[in-house]
């Protein structure tokens, strides 16, 4: 039975299954979907007493309150922690239950897409306010 | 080959499969579960709400009236509850996922006690955060 000694014999088993996950990368996106949810307890807490101190407020209101330092600092840090949770958890929602291939990739570029956007947009929005016109 | 899997047709059930059955017994983990993902979505709508509210500070003062006119509205301020609901429900089972990762409170009774407090914690933070809001008006 000398034949079965192929080289894919010889191979541990952490080899052989080493790089065969659906991603790759899985542990990277597991950290960052942790990180980035620390990161949102105490600036989800900010957000929100922040938006409750400023109901039913004008523009000019609230454009005075972003265009301080501190509160354009945390709203630029809110965003990006936030898109960037969103996307990350949106890609194991549609990787759950998207399985044809072609369709996943389009779910996952048209989400993608719309959250940078989206993000660039708010991200823009409070540099516009904070640095003036 | 010793041992082989029965074919997939005659491989009895579970009567606790989702969808729900006759049979489905909706247990708190599993709705919590659930839940957390679904909220998770909902904010991400909710996110999008959020950038119109920002963009609406680069328009004239009567653009950004016109948005805070339709969040005051009955159905503005019903997607606000909703949305601030969602926030504290997710936050607060982020944070019980965050301690299950660290390898504490993942038996059957803490699952359950932790459960609950998700829950009770949503509800009176957003009924604190609506007390305020109206407060501050």
């Not at chain 1, 922690?81 to 990787?95: C, D, N, P, R, S």
């Not at chain 2, 010793?2 to 997939?8: K, L, N, Q």
């Amino acid at each position: 039975m000398a034949l079965h000694h192929s080289k894919q014999r010889l191979a541990s088993p952490l080899a052989r299954a080493r790089g065969l996950g659906s991603a790759k990368h899985g542990v990277g996106h597991w950290w960052a979907e942790r990180v980035s949810a620390v990161a949102l307890i105490p600036l989800t807490l900010w957000f929100v007493w922040s938006v409750v101190r400023l109901t039913g407020a004008d523009q000019g209101t609230v454009k005075l309150w972003l265009s301080r330092p501190a509160t354009a600092i945390l709203m630029s840090l809110f965003i990006v922690a936030t898109f960037h949770h969103l996307a990350l958890g949106l890609q194991v929602v549609i990787e759950d239950y998207v399985h044809r291939e072609g369709v996943k990739v389009t779910a996952m570029l048209l989400v993608k897409g719309l959250i940078v956007l989206t993000a660039a947009a708010a991200l823009f929005t409070v540099l516009r306010v904070a640095l003036g016109n | 080959m010793p041992e082989t899997a029965p074919p997939p047709r005659t491989r009895p059930l579970s009567p606790f499969l989702f969808p729900p059955t006759g049979t489905y017994r909706w247990q708190l983990t599993s709705a919590l579960s659930i839940l957390n993902r679904a909220t998770g979505v909902a904010l991400g709508l909710g996110a999008l709400l959020l950038t119109w509210w920002l963009l609406a500070l680069l328009g004239e003062p009567s653009d950004f009236a016109a948005v805070q006119e339709f969040l005051g509205s009955y159905f503005g301020r019903l997607l606000l509850l909703g949305w601030t609901w969602s926030l504290f429900f997710h936050l607060f089972s982020g944070i019980r996922h965050l301690i299950w990762d660290t390898g504490h409170g993942l038996d059957l009774r803490s699952a359950y006690r932790s459960g609950w407090t998700v829950v009770a914690l949503s509800v009176v933070l957003t009924l604190v955060t609506w007390f305020a809001g109206y407060y501050f008006r």
